[in-house]
């Protein structure tokens, strides 16, 4: 184990962006972990493209960082989806694709979170050469954003009824951009609070004293 972002024992990751998942305006680079968005000369941007993680997460801590190695156009944004979230839209519709419907979840350059089609002001905008960390917290359901090493907050809390994977996404609207794949890690808690948040994930909270666990057990559980 070792040192990666805001975790001080942490299993490093090797996943990259899936180059068989992903719009066929993404084009993939240095072993997958960069990604540029519509670099063809000749036809320029003409919608929203993304793509996923070659690898999706339901437990655990995650952590990775995404440089923004430009930031114009509409929308450039990090976050996680299913695999139902969309990749690729057309016909000049430039969109927050990550966020756009139930299926994904994103932050994007503007400081705006998106989910299920609304925006929310987050933080302020961030430029060129941004690095954003992403903490997914599987355990308790809840998304995070770092920029450039600062903790801006949880983003997102209602991730723990998710009955689906999530992987990391990235996506852009914006013509000859790029992004690329920093340090990423995973960490796992321990038995007793792996199987308490395995628990919380399948019994709502109404339910909870109807489960047959001592009483201290099931206020733990409504805490989750």
């Known amino acids: 184990t070792c040192v990666i972002g805001p975790f001080q024992e942490a299993f490093p990751d090797t996943w990259t962006w899936n180059n068989d998942d992903k719009s066929p305006n993404v084009e993939l680079c240095s072993r997958n972990e960069g990604a540029y968005f519509y670099i063809d000369p000749v036809n320029h941007s003409t919608g929203t493209a993304a793509v996923r993680g070659n690898k999706g997460f339901d437990r655990g801590l995650h952590y990775w960082e995404v440089t923004f190695c430009e930031t114009f156009g509409s929308s450039v944004m990090v976050g996680v989806g299913t695999k139902k979230a969309k990749l690729h839209t057309s016909n000049y519709e430039y969109i927050d694709i990550l966020g756009t419907d139930s299926e994904s979840w994103g932050l994007n350059y503007k400081g705006y979170l998106v989910h299920n089609g609304r925006p929310t002001k987050f933080t302020d905008s961030f430029y060129s050469g941004t690095t954003i960390g992403v903490l997914l917290d599987m355990n308790a359901g809840k998304l995070s954003y770092f920029k450039d090493g600062s903790f801006l907050g949880t983003a997102f809390h209602d991730l723990l009824d998710i009955d689906s994977e999530l992987y990391p996404m990235i996506a ?4 000859e951009s790029e992004m690329q794949l ?41 805490m989750l």
């Not at 852009?172 to 013509?175: F, W």
């Not at 399948?202 to 004293?209: A, E, P, R, S």
């Open 172 to 175: 852009s609207t914006a013509s």
């Open 182 to 222: 920093g340090i990423r890690g995973s960490k796992f808690v321990t038995l007793e609070d792996l199987c308490k948040h395995t628990v919380r994930r399948y019994v709502d909270y109404k339910n909870i004293d109807k489960l047959c666990l001592p009483q201290p057990i099931r206020n733990e559980l409504k």
